[in-house]
């Protein structure tokens, strides 16, 4: 069984990168990001709470947090293991998450800010299915449209434009690293470089995670 945690700032690629391993080990992807907004659309009970919170303009509350993620993992689907994404964001939930759980390792994608900048300021939504492209790196087949839906709603969300990213990357900074530097402390941290082609980062996370040995899913 393997477990993981996967850090990064915002656009480093840490989606992409849990998406490979979850396949090819049989992981589950936990997202807290993705609960949330799971929530939110099936409008369940605790997407009135979230809604709340969010509408305050805060960040949502620890203990919050950290009651879905020992929700998340008490549902034991993760016969072969786990990556986590999106928590712990601060060195107190990374303070709870070490006094309840066992981990194997923390995978840090180590990417510049100015290249988090042009990744991010060039990314794309479509409003319609959600899927997601980059001008950049991963542009639609035709411009302006989605290859999933065909429809021509690609849109920058608010939180892309660069001042925007500025400030969340200073917010990573100030709150994440820390996180990040108990884990070092801890020695469960692996640095790789995520300004690289995505076969190149996710061959050193597995060199430096031992996984050679393992069967990899085609």
Not at 17 to 39: A, P, T, Y
Not at 90 to 98: G, S, V
Not at 143 to 148: I, M, Q, R, T
Not at 189 to 197: A, E, H, K, L, S
């Amino acid at each position: 069984m393997h477990k993981y945690v996967i850090m990064g700032m915002p656009g480093c690629g840490k989606g992409t990168q849990s998406e490979i391993m979850c396949k090819r080990f049989s992981l589950v992807h936990i997202s807290v990001g993705d609960i949330l907004r799971w929530n939110i659309k099936n409008h369940t009970k605790l997407a009135a709470r979230i809604k709340r919170l969010m509408s305050t303009g805060r960040l949502i509350p620890d203990e919050f947090v950290e009651n879905i993620i020992q929700q998340r993992l008490q549902e034991h689907d993760w016969n072969y293991g786990f990556m986590l994404d999106g928590f712990p964001r601060n060195e107190a939930q990374a303070e709870f998450f070490l006094e309840s759980y066992d981990i194997d390792a923390v995978i840090y994608i180590d990417v510049p800010a100015p290249l988090i900048i042009e990744r991010l300021s060039s990314r794309r939504v479509c409003g319609n299915c959600g899927a997601t492209y980059n001008l950049v790196s991963a542009a639609p087949k035709v411009s302006g449209v989605c290859d999933a839906c065909g429809s021509k709603d690609l849109i920058r969300r608010p939180d892309d434009n660069p001042d925007a990213i500025r400030e969340r990357l200073l917010d990573y900074e100030e709150k994440t690293l820390p996180a990040l530097n108990l884990f070092r402390r801890k020695e469960l941290v692996i640095t790789v470089r995520g300004d690289r082609p995505i076969n190149d980062v996710q061959a050193d996370i597995q060199r430096d995670l031992n996984l050679a040995k393992y069967r990899i899913k085609s």
